[in-house]
């Protein structure tokens, strides 16, 4: 465990680092002229400070701050729904402080939606946002487990926070991509889903026909400490459900942690990929494979080598890793085992032709 002393410097250099980036985007806006309509209203000091003191209880610190400091950014119509961002997906971002303020809009909706709202939506429906024309759309709803996500990301926290016109929500990360690299190359940062001419509707919504249990896994990894793992099947979940979209069951891989802000967006999604077999296998179905079998995996060409049972430990390894915790989490469509690290992606078997 850290020291103390080393604790507080770390909180004080990131409190610093928040304070910085909003001055930032504060300047950026009183430099560009703003083409989007923003009517500022007038709000009481006491509902935002409430907001942001619920926001940092949670975890939210970024927004947190954000919002404690310039709370116009979020609040400039008369009814206001926030979906606050984990802080870990806006930490790790290398973005300037103008497409951040853009995505923060992106994330802020001029209508007041409790989450008894966005449940009983229809799935598909397309909500306004204050980022120019841009929507966003409500992707998935399970009534049964009260669950809902838009833009494919897990409404995590919902109700977070409920006061007269202002909705809160905490969602597990950001509704478009964090790569400012599509802006270098002429790209808005900002992909949002395409809605029928009646602004209601979103043409990707994702197959019936896969019904892997998305929302229910990452869901549970979240809730059960493995954090960034579900961070980063849920910012790659848009290729997996492109690609494969008669998926019907698989067994994931879950190592302890991902240093997620190590890896670009293309390899962390490989990453993701590598650690994601299309297909359900139990301990026991594991168990009964001879040694040297190769597994399939959602990355292309790279399957995984199951190595076999180690005698003297009865531990299962796979590509010379141990499954410490089989069968950790499991469903008549998903499988997930613990092991003891990640996968490396240098040392992939030979690709089966």
């Known amino acids: 465990m850290a020291p103390p002393c080393t604790r507080w410097h770390a909180a004080v250099y990131f409190s610093m680092a928040v304070i910085l980036a909003f001055i930032a985007i504060s300047m950026t806006l009183r430099s560009q002229p ?16 409430g907001a942001s003191r619920t926001l940092r209880r949670a975890g939210f610190t970024v927004i947190a701050t954000l919002l ?3 709370p116009e950014l979020f609040f400039s119509s008369a009814t206001t729904t926030l979906f606050a961002i984990k802080d870990s997906a806006i930490s790790n971002s290398s973005l300037p402080p103008r497409l951040l303020k853009n995505l923060l809009r992106y994330h802020t909706s ?3 939606l409790s989450f008894e709202h966005l449940v009983n939506m229809t799935q598909g429906t397309c909500l306004p946002t204050l980022y120019q024309n841009k ?31 202002i909705s809160i929500h905490g969602v597990l990360g ?33 197959d019936a026909k896969n019904m892997v249990e998305w929302s229910r896994i990452i869901r549970l990894l979240s809730s059960n400490g493995f954090v960034s793992f579900a961070v980063g099947l849920n910012s790659v979940l848009d290729g997996i459900l492109g690609d494969h979209k008669g998926l019907k069951s698989v067994t994931i891989f879950l190592p302890p942690s991902l240093e997620l802000e190590a890896y670009p967006s293309p390899l962390l999604e490989k990453i993701v990929r590598f650690h994601i077999l299309p297909q359900r296998y139990t301990t026991r179905g594991l168990e009964s494979m001879p040694a040297r079998t190769l597994l399939r995996t959602l990355l292309h060409d790279q399957p995984l080598e199951f190595t076999g049972t180690l005698d003297f430990m009865k531990e299962l390894v796979v590509n010379g890793v141990k499954i410490v915790a089989p069968d950790i989490f499991s469903s008549n469509r998903f499988t997930v085992h613990g092991i003891s690290r990640a996968f490396e992606l240098d040392h992939l078997p030979t690709p089966v032709r």
């Open 34 to 49: 703003n083409n989007e309509s923003s009517q500022s209203r007038p709000i009481s000091r006491f509902v935002y400070l």
């Open 68 to 70: 404690q400091l310039s």
């Open 110 to 112: 001029p209508l007041r």
């Open 135 to 165: 929507k966003i759309a409500v992707t998935k709803i399970d009534e049964k487990e009260r669950s809902v996500e838009i833009n494919h990301v897990l409404v995590s926290h919902p109700n977070l926070f409920l006061d007269g016109p």
């Open 174 to 206: 950001p509704f478009s991509a964090l790569d400012p690299r599509d802006v270098n190359q002429g790209w808005d940062i900002i992909q949002s889903p395409a809605c029928d001419a009646n602004s209601n509707m979103v043409s990707d919504v994702p």
